[in-house]
């Protein structure tokens, strides 16, 4: 059973158009996160959610909205898609108040 | 400017030697996790430190927590080739989000 998955896997699109990205977790966490890994790995937290209620919003560009319909899910939306949006996006979960992290195998962006 | 710098960046070793992965910060964290990832996965949990002075092991890995918990060290015994990856820290600064370190990507050649 997977504990948190993100569809799609792969996504290649080109710069304008708008794409959304889909995360689930079955851990029973209350906090679920967006991160974004560049092409030299570093991994940077863009959103955090608390039982569907924005609690982290990094400076990141209004075109990333994320979404969370319920506390399994953590969905991104990301308007007007640009060059620089290419990367990998992993969506994460966490027990309430620790702060280990469980992450999904990853979304690879690519903006042509 | 990394909040969490990591050395060293790479590391190419043969098997069965032994090597040592350092992060470091000027801020002091609540507690400092390492993570593993593979090529096309998503980072794995492999150890969380909270005390100061704390030393943890897992199996050939050896993690320890700097006093003031604004540091630590993850020494790998006897390395083999299933040990390559890229080897994470990460600070909880109490924001209910990590703060990543730059990363060290490991190569244990067999």
């Known amino acids: 059973d997977t504990a948190v998955s993100q569809t799609p896997k792969y996504l290649v699109t080109q710069m304008g158009n708008d794409k959304s990205i889909k995360c689930e977790q079955n851990?029973?966490?209350?906090?679920m996160y967006w991160y974004k890994q560049d092409s030299k790995k570093f991994l940077k937290i863009m959103f955090s959610y608390n039982n569907k209620e924005l609690i982290i919003n990094e400076t990141v560009p209004n075109r990333f909205s994320p979404k969370s319909p319920d506390k399994a899910h953590l969905n991104l939306h990301i308007n007007s898609l640009e060059l620089g949006d290419s990367a990998v996006y992993f969506c994460?979960?966490?027990?309430?108040?620790?702060?280990?992290?469980?992450f999904g195998p990853g979304t690879r962006l690519t903006v042509t | 400017t990394q909040l969490l710098e990591q050395s060293p960046q790479f590391l190419s070793i043969q098997e069965g030697e032994n090597l040592t992965v350092y992060c470091n910060s000027s801020?002091?964290?609540?507690?400092l996790q390492w993570y593993r990832q593979e090529p096309g996965e998503g980072p794995v949990l492999l150890v969380t430190v909270v005390t100061g002075g704390e030393v943890k092991k897992l199996k050939r890995l050896t993690f320890q927590f700097g006093d003031a918990r604004k540091d630590s060290s993850l020494h790998i015994t006897a390395a083999q080739p299933g040990d390559t990856g890229l080897y994470l820290c990460a600070g909880d600064m109490g924001r209910r989000a990590l703060t990543f370190g730059s990363g060290t990507r490991l190569q244990v050649q067999p």
């Open positions: 994460a979960s966490s027990p309430q108040g620790r702060g280990e992290q469980y």
């Open positions: 851990l029973g966490h209350d906090t």
């Open positions: 801020s002091v964290f609540s507690s």
